[in-house]
């Protein structure tokens, strides 16, 4: 069997304070082979991920022209995306967190789309006034249907692949919620659930293990048991699980609950500190600043064996890397990151580990399409 190789990109969320021309400087001199570039809404509601590296009004063959040939000039390849609640939430928000999604796929198409391997990265977010509704789960997976099935038909007629990433946003909303379940593709059960209900293949995921780990569950075995033809991207970033007094009073399985404060000093109980604090784990990138709760090597033979050869996408959140908010941190993040990788994805030759066949984007000239609309599409 030909021995795979796996490029190593950049997930661009670290870098909000660069501009697109850094970026691209900042990830050559690193040693990666592409940029997964968010383009988030300038106007979003969204205050943790704020990145914005495509000025994506506007956008059209000139722009995708210029965009190419600076990716060809750092010989790096691209993606896109911008991971909101699109099935839930304010009911104004998402509608234009909709719009903004086929902005993206417009954009897309324009560099190239599946010819150039551009493909657009998305969350789908949950509808919690469904969700408490008896069959809850079931009313979110048709409210999927609804809103994603003209969105992938969109996308098919225009040669672009949608990908879903797998985190189920647990500190999207207060923790005075009980439940931390805020992304239908959270779990791979309802990966699968979505294909079988959507079959068209102009769709996808973006898979990171590290959400699988504090949830009790192995990403070597997820890997096994998922459709390997629906893999197109892995996030590449890990967790470590910690041993603290409140995952011994409520458990590895649910998530700690908020109760009164003064009742929680009196009995001595840990309650959450933040939104994001309910799950005992915190956030690595593997080979930097200690060990972690992930067998790199089997997940990466697992991969191999299924014979995935996309890109392996760094996405820094890093308490001691992107949290730090120090540039050079999150570089040296990154750089242990690749030096960590290559022996697992790249061909050893004189040189050491190297990736060897990068092959530059193709400058496509398509022609300008319209800007759509959710209206338009139903």
Same mark, same amino acid.
Request: charged fraction near 35%; proline fraction near 3%.
């Given at each position: 069997m030909k021995q795979i190789q796996n490029p190593i990109w950049l997930m661009s969320s670290a870098y909000d304070q660069l501009g697109q021309a850094e970026l691209l400087d900042t990830a050559s001199r690193l040693g990666a082979q592409g940029i997964d570039l968010c383009v988030f809404r300038?106007? /979003?509601a969204r205050a943790d991920h704020t990145a914005t590296h495509l000025d994506y009004d506007g956008?059209?063959?000139?722009?995708a022209k210029r965009t190419l040939e600076a990716f060809n000039n750092k010989g790096l390849r691209l993606s896109l995306g911008a991971f909101e609640n699109m099935i839930g939430g304010d009911e104004?928000?998402?509608?234009?967190?909709q719009n903004h999604l086929l902005k993206l796929i417009r954009i897309a198409n324009l560099l190239g789309g599946d010819e150039n391997n551009v493909m657009v990265g998305t969350f789908v977010g949950y509808n919690h006034e469904l969700g408490n509704q008896i069959d809850g789960f079931q009313k979110n997976l048709d409210e999927y249907k609804r809103v994603f099935e003209p969105i992938i038909r969109y996308?098919?007629?225009? /040669?672009?692949t949608v990908v879903y990433e797998n985190c189920p946003m647990e500190g999207w909303r207060?923790?005075?919620y009980t439940s931390t379940f805020n992304n239908l593709p959270g779990v791979l059960a309802a990966r699968k659930l979505m294909y079988a209900m959507i079959p068209s293949k102009a769709h996808g995921e973006i898979y990171d293990p590290s959400h699988d780990i504090w949830q009790n569950t192995d990403p070597v075995e997820v890997i096994e048991e998922m459709d390997i033809d629906r893999l197109k991207r892995v996030h590449v970033k890990t967790t470590r699980m910690l041993s603290s007094k409140g995952r011994i009073e409520w458990g590895g399985m649910y998530p700690m609950q908020h109760v009164n404060a003064d009742l929680a000093q009196l009995a001595g109980v840990s309650v959450p500190q933040s939104d994001w604090d309910r799950h005992h784990y915190t956030a690595m990138l593997p080979g930097f600043g200690g060990t972690d709760d992930m067998d790199w090597n089997s997940f990466v033979e697992t991969l191999h064996d299924r014979g995935f050869s996309g890109p392996f996408e760094i996405e820094n959140e890093a308490k001691n890397s992107k949290d730090?908010?120090?540039?050079a941190a999150i570089n040296q993040g990154a750089k242990?990151?690749?030096s960590f990788l290559s022996p697992l994805l790249w061909k050893l030759d004189s040189q050491g580990y190297e990736f060897t066949e990068q092959k530059a984007l193709k400058l496509v000239s398509r022609e300008d399409i319209p800007v759509k609309s959710m209206g338009d599409l139903t």
């Open positions: 300038k106007d /979003g956008f059209g063959p000139e722009e104004g928000e998402r509608l234009k967190n996308a098919e007629d225009l /040669g672009v207060s923790f005075r730090t908010h120090n540039l242990a990151c690749i």
